[in-house]
């Protein structure tokens, strides 16, 4: 409580507040964004292994943050949630239109699992192409860092948590319906294909605050 009310050595209040707690915040925030979208995911192709990372939306995603970062492109830090956005959807969608005639969800999965190692070899491949910390760039991308990371990012992330999850609660009867089945919920009057494709959106959206930052 020191530390909060202005007390305490300069160079603590600096390590705590301005160091570790931003990181703090954005680690657990981060971790439950990416929950929330695999749980999304698994419930709506009814299959515990969907995710965001075997369904092409992290590859995507990396992939676009890459591109800005390696090479250098002028994007506003608010604009590339959006960019990162556009990737993972992109990512899945093609995951989505090569599976469309596959009945089988654990066909869909490994159609995921091509496409995300077919966008990781091209990541890989951009960071060859970098002149300097392309290890420290490989271990950003592929396995994410909270390293030099500030309340900035925090916020980022926040302001589409709050969006997000609003929007992933909404759906939440849209998932149940879906996890009875493709033919039972359109029997129930879903629309299949266009609920799957909403809920693509919402869960490629939460992981692309996440990857952006």
């Given at each position: 409580m020191?530390?909060?009310?202005?007390?305490?050595?300069?160079?603590?209040?600096?390590v705590?507040?301005?160091?570790?707690?931003?990181?703090?915040?954005?680690?657990?925030?981060?971790?439950?964004?990416?929950?929330?979208?695999?749980?999304m995911?698994?419930?709506?192709?009814?299959?515990?292994?969907?995710?965001?990372?075997?369904?092409?939306?992290?590859?995507?995603?990396?992939?676009?943050?890459?591109?800005?970062?390696?090479?250098?492109?002028?994007?506003?830090?608010?604009?590339?949630?959006?960019?990162?956005?556009?990737?993972?959807?992109?990512?899945?969608?093609?995951?989505?239109?090569?599976?469309?005639?596959m009945?089988?969800?654990?066909?869909?999965?490994?159609v995921?699992?091509?496409?995300?190692?077919?966008l990781?070899?091209?990541?890989?491949?951009?960071?060859?192409?970098?002149?300097?910390?392309?290890?420290?760039?490989l271990?950003?991308?592929?396995?994410?860092s909270?390293?030099?990371?500030?309340?900035?990012?925090v916020?980022?992330?926040?302001?589409?948590?709050?969006?997000?999850?609003?929007?992933?609660?909404?759906?939440a009867?849209?998932?149940?319906?879906?996890?009875?089945?493709?033919?039972?919920?359109?029997?129930?009057?879903?629309?299949?294909?266009?609920?799957?494709?909403?809920?693509?959106?919402?869960?490629?959206?939460?992981?692309?605050?996440?990857?952006?930052?």
């Amino acid at each position: 409580m020191e530390l909060f009310a202005g007390e305490g050595e300069r160079v603590t209040r600096i390590v705590v507040l301005e160091l570790r707690l931003p990181r703090l915040a954005l680690g657990i925030a981060s971790g439950a964004l990416l929950a929330l979208s695999g749980v999304m995911l698994q419930g709506t192709l009814r299959n515990p292994l969907a995710g965001p990372e075997l369904l092409g939306i992290t590859g995507g995603t990396a992939v676009v943050v890459g591109t800005i970062t390696i090479f250098r492109l002028p994007a506003p830090a608010a604009l590339v949630p959006w960019f990162t956005l556009a990737g993972g959807f992109v990512g899945g969608l093609v995951v989505l239109l090569a599976a469309q005639s596959m009945r089988s969800t654990l066909r869909l999965i490994l159609v995921g699992a091509s496409v995300t190692a077919l966008l990781n070899a091209l990541l890989i491949g951009m960071i060859s192409l970098a002149t300097q910390n392309d290890v420290n760039l490989l271990f950003l991308f592929l396995l994410g860092s909270l390293a030099n990371r500030t309340w900035a990012h925090v916020a980022i992330v926040l302001s589409w948590a709050l969006i997000g999850v609003s929007v992933a609660l909404l759906c939440a009867r849209l998932l149940n319906v879906l996890q009875l089945g493709d033919d039972l919920a359109a029997g129930l009057g879903l629309a299949v294909a266009p609920a799957r494709l909403l809920l693509l959106v919402i869960g490629a959206a939460l992981v692309a605050a996440v990857v952006a930052v």
